[in-house]
């Protein structure tokens, strides 16, 4: 999968005016063959219960090399990348495709969000290029849930409640940074509405939820 051509259709999808050079950079950009780095790094790029994006790479950086063919916050990024690709070989079920756009959207919005009310934006251009790994390792785990019991589950109750803590934050972070002083403010509460929205209306069960929460409390 191209995720560059991916991420930038989705991001048109819902209108939003995200930078482009956040985007992450596709597998010909990048120089690297994922074959080759899978059987360069087996210890990193395992197919038996693989590890979250962020444990992966600290194995990696404990293994020699790795540092070398990954250097810097630019190598992250491009580690992230394929180890999303590597991810997504092991995401095949139909079940799974058809959650793969949605996981990402909800990344996406809540990226967007936390970037919008922070006066720092290189963690969140970062976290652009990233989160694509991390809803791949939560479709890989999704696949050992049984199906249906995603549907059991009444969520409304609790999406209220997690959208509601995100309007708090962007309640509390306005007043603490006086963003309403800053000259794009009515404009970022306008996109910051229509991401909420997008969120609202992508979270249809309890794994798209929980997907949801454990991103937005992990690294936000």
Do not use: C, W
């Not at 560059?4 to 482009?20: A, D, E, R, V, Y």
């Not at 080759?36 to 990193?44: A, L």
């Not at 609790?158 to 972070?173: C, G």
């Not at 006086?178 to 991401?195: A, M, V």
């Amino acid at each position: 999968m191209n995720y560059k051509i991916l991420i930038l259709s989705l991001f048109i999808s819902i209108q939003t005016s995200i930078s482009l050079n956040a985007q992450v950079v596709n597998q010909d950009e990048i120089g690297y063959d994922i074959s080759t780095m899978e059987e360069k790094y087996p210890e990193v790029f395992t197919t038996i219960k693989p590890q979250n994006p962020d444990t992966a790479y600290e194995i990696g950086k404990r293994t020699q090399g790795f540092l070398q063919d990954f250097i810097g916050e630019n190598g992250k990024a491009q580690f992230y990348l394929i180890y999303a690709q590597h991810l997504q070989k092991l995401n095949q079920s139909e079940q799974i495709t058809a959650y793969r756009p949605k996981v990402i959207l909800l990344l996406q919005s809540i990226n967007r969000i936390n970037q919008l009310i922070d006066t720092k934006v290189a963690y969140y251009d970062q976290m652009q290029s990233l989160l694509v790994a991390y809803a791949e390792h939560a479709l890989f785990e999704a696949q050992s849930i049984d199906p249906s019991k995603f549907e059991k589950v009444d969520v409304n109750k609790q999406k209220k409640l997690f959208i509601k803590s995100i309007q708090q934050k962007v309640k509390t972070k306005n007043q603490q940074l006086n963003l309403n002083t800053f000259p794009n403010y009515n404009k970022n509460q306008e996109i910051i509405e229509q991401e909420i929205k997008s969120i609202e209306n992508l979270i249809s069960d309890t794994f798209l939820l929980k997907s949801a929460q454990i991103f937005h409390y992990t690294y936000y």
